[in-house]
């Protein structure tokens, strides 16, 4: 495979989930795949060779964060992102946009682009579709996303209907700018909730081409079944054989239901940052670990799990490190979240390899709540 | 070797420096040795695992900290600290004294013991003899420290030698007192910088009869000089056949010359606190990872070391994650500082076996600075 090959492997028969690999500059992805976010040059609480061990081969990093620190001057003397932090993965990254356009009191967007105050120190920064590129090209990931314009939710169409138009413009300006070497390019479909604007973003980025399209603006708010239509329209335009990403989704069924429709990729900060937060993901739910039920409870965080802090430590245990704040807590719990949400995927690779994903769909869809009081009733 | 037993397996000719085993009933221990501290269960940012990678083979627990939190009840059920934190190494805990002694305003030392606030939620509790050696029979540490009363510095003479005979008597109901299986019992020699009150203390305490022996109540702010003749007058009146601890000294031209006047064991929170502030030790002295002179630096912390920080990770990086506070940051710089303080100890036994200690001696006390401007000037 070239770098930048979408090679489909199996098609689900029933569903329009697919089985695929993208070959990046630093290897191939097994997708559908879960990014876990290593927003500052490192994945929260873990090592990059721990994210190797855990099967993790594609991680994120943010484009506005690494700009504001350690900033490009760095980055360049310091030879790229994968270099700087030690990762011999593949690195997607966001363009910056979506953090800049949260900034909503500290910015201004232009034909230009985005004017904004760093949230560090104040200092007065510019962002537009070829600063991104610049700041990409630095960081040399192996997947660079476009600039666009992410709006909120809810927003009137007038406003979305320009700002697609301003997305479809910047992503023009992103494709013509210069890359990494073996660097792919990501669209991103935009348009809220409104079909004709998505399905337009859609068509017109496939005509600019891309090595794959993100679906962009969902999960901002709106109800879930919203977002799901979003999902579907965002993918009509797309081609068949391109990899599609669906940005900052990482609640199982919504994964599910994304695969189910023709989504390979996703990221979410979630199994990392509930992680620090004291709330362990496991296969038939989430739970609190610092709850007091579990002071002396001797099992693992999840039962029959593999990974290190499982096979290692006891709820009991890592308990009391949450409890009293120390780091070790919040790696355990990171290790055992990241491997939870891998070993999810992986089965759903399986589940479509072996013709059975609706099976698959169908089980998460039942047995997975968000909080799983049989946890504590079980004991 | 029976657990208990201390082997001096080579005297230094020119000074009283003794290379020596200790056996515990997690395996023996090599001295001098400095034992990495870890209070809450967990040394800061480190694994059990990555602990004994750095070749460390007995570690602190902190008495009053663990009788809080999780407490006695959940340690009990747990089965010990050991196996609480997954730990095959020896354990040596303190008494809680010490802590529970600096909590000025919120505790009242009687006859029987201390009564004190918690500093977590100021529940009462009560500390005695008893008491201390309750908690750490159920903690199972290899080492138990007896109950102390640790003075302050300045002290006044009066109050130093009602202190003394209360801290003699204590040692003697805590001698008395069941232990876990195989846990060594040692008492601590108190009297400030009173030579014939650390000479008493040292004597009685001999009479009761322990597996070794510390020197508490030095370094608490006197003056260098005056602690290293704390160090002389509290060794006076010990066997030669048991070990000896100087408590919470960490630094290197005192650890040197603490051994060269006959101590065995060490403990310090420094490698790990300061880490953790962001201060790198290396042979040469310490310095501010953080500051701006290493933002594009690519040699790692200490040329030359073979820590898997410095064997993956640059200066540059390191000081990244410091700045923007990843926890990445605080685990690379403590796994760093540790190896370079157990790699100091073992380079001081080899010197002390091949009879070079007074020269190792030299060459520290010479060469070592605690701020390192070589560093910064050297780039």
Same mark, same amino acid.
């Given at each position: 495979?070239?770098?930048?090959? =979408?090679?489909?492997?199996?098609?689900?028969? *029933?569903?329009?989930?697919?089985?695929?690999?993208?070959?990046?500059?630093?290897?191939?992805?097994?997708?559908?795949?879960?990014?876990?976010? &290593?927003?500052?040059?490192?994945? @929260?609480? !873990?090592?990059?060779?721990?994210?190797?061990?855990?099967? %993790?081969?594609?991680?994120?990093?943010?484009?506005?964060?690494?700009?504001?620190?350690?900033?490009?001057?760095?980055? +360049?003397?310091?030879?790229?992102?994968?270099?700087?932090? &030690? #990762?011999?993965?593949?690195?997607?990254?966001?363009?910056?946009?979506?953090?800049?356009?949260?900034?909503?009191?500290?910015?201004?967007?232009?034909? +230009?682009?985005?004017?904004?105050?760093?949230?560090?120190?104040?200092?007065?920064? =510019?962002?537009?579709?070829?600063?991104?590129?610049?700041? +990409?090209?630095?960081?040399?990931?192996?997947?660079? !996303?476009?600039?666009?314009?992410?709006?909120?939710?809810?927003?009137?169409?007038?406003?979305?209907?320009?700002?697609?138009?301003?997305?479809? /413009? #910047?992503?023009?300006? %992103?494709?013509?700018?210069?890359?990494?070497?073996?660097?792919?390019?990501?669209?991103?479909?935009? &348009?809220?909730?409104?079909?004709?604007?998505?399905?337009?973003?859609?068509?017109?980025?496939?005509?600019?081409?891309?090595?794959?399209?993100?679906?962009?603006?969902?999960?901002?708010?709106?109800?879930?079944?919203?977002?799901?239509?979003?999902?579907?329209?965002?993918?009509?335009?797309?081609?068949?054989?391109?990899? *599609?990403?669906?940005?900052?989704?990482?609640? #199982?069924?919504?994964?599910?239901?994304?695969?189910?429709?023709?989504?390979?990729? =996703?990221?979410?900060? !979630?199994?990392?940052?509930?992680?620090?937060?004291?709330?362990?993901?496991?296969?038939?739910? $989430?739970?609190?670990? @610092?709850?007091?039920?579990?002071?002396?409870?001797?099992?693992?965080?999840?039962?029959?799990?593999?990974?290190?802090? %499982?096979?290692? =430590?006891?709820?009991?245990?890592?308990?009391?490190?949450?409890?009293?704040?120390?780091?070790? &807590?919040?790696?355990?719990?990171?290790?055992?979240?990241?491997?939870?949400?891998?070993?999810?995927? /992986?089965?759903? $690779?399986?589940?479509? /390899?072996?013709?059975?994903?609706?099976?698959?769909?169908?089980?998460?869809?039942?047995?997975?709540?968000?909080?799983?009081?049989?946890?504590?009733?079980?004991?």
């Amino acid at each position: 495979m070239n770098i930048g090959d =979408f090679k489909i492997l199996k098609k689900d028969s *029933r569903t329009k989930a697919r089985r695929g690999r993208l070959m990046t500059a630093h290897g191939p992805v097994e997708t559908p795949v879960f990014m876990p976010v &290593g927003t500052q040059a490192t994945v @929260k609480a !873990m090592s990059p060779h721990e994210m190797e061990s855990l099967g %993790c081969r594609i991680l994120l990093g943010n484009t506005y964060h690494l700009n504001l620190r350690p900033g490009m001057d760095i980055m +360049e003397k310091c030879g790229g992102l994968h270099k700087f932090m &030690g #990762w011999n993965g593949a690195i997607l990254t966001d363009s910056g946009g979506y953090q800049v356009f949260s900034l909503t009191d500290l910015r201004k967007i232009t034909k +230009e682009g985005v004017e904004f105050q760093s949230h560090v120190d104040g200092a007065r920064h =510019f962002l537009g579709p070829r600063e991104a590129m610049r700041i +990409e090209r630095i960081l040399g990931s192996d997947i660079a !996303m476009v600039l666009d314009e992410c709006i909120p939710y809810p927003c009137e169409k007038n406003y979305a209907a320009k700002s697609v138009a301003r997305t479809i /413009e #910047w992503a023009k300006i %992103c494709r013509d700018e210069p890359h990494a070497e073996g660097q792919l390019v990501f669209g991103i479909v935009q &348009g809220g909730i409104y079909p004709d604007l998505r399905e337009r973003c859609g068509q017109e980025l496939v005509k600019i081409g891309f090595n794959g399209y993100a679906i962009g603006g969902v999960s901002v708010g709106e109800p879930e079944d919203v977002m799901i239509q979003g999902v579907e329209q965002g993918i009509a335009a797309l081609p068949e054989d391109k990899p *599609r990403y669906l940005m900052g989704v990482g609640v #199982w069924t919504q994964l599910v239901e994304s695969v189910a429709r023709g989504v390979d990729m =996703f990221d979410c900060v !979630m199994p990392t940052r509930l992680a620090r937060n004291g709330t362990a993901f496991t296969r038939a739910g $989430r739970y609190p670990v @610092k709850a007091a039920v579990y002071k002396d409870d001797l099992r693992p965080i999840e039962e029959g799990c593999t990974c290190y802090a %499982c096979t290692h =430590f006891t709820r009991a245990y890592i308990r009391h490190l949450l409890n009293v704040n120390e780091i070790l &807590g919040a790696r355990l719990l990171t290790t055992h979240n990241l491997h939870c949400f891998l070993r999810f995927m /992986e089965e759903m $690779r399986e589940a479509i /390899e072996q013709d059975r994903f609706p099976e698959f769909r169908e089980r998460i869809s039942s047995e997975y709540k968000t909080i799983d009081k049989a946890h504590a009733q079980k004991k």
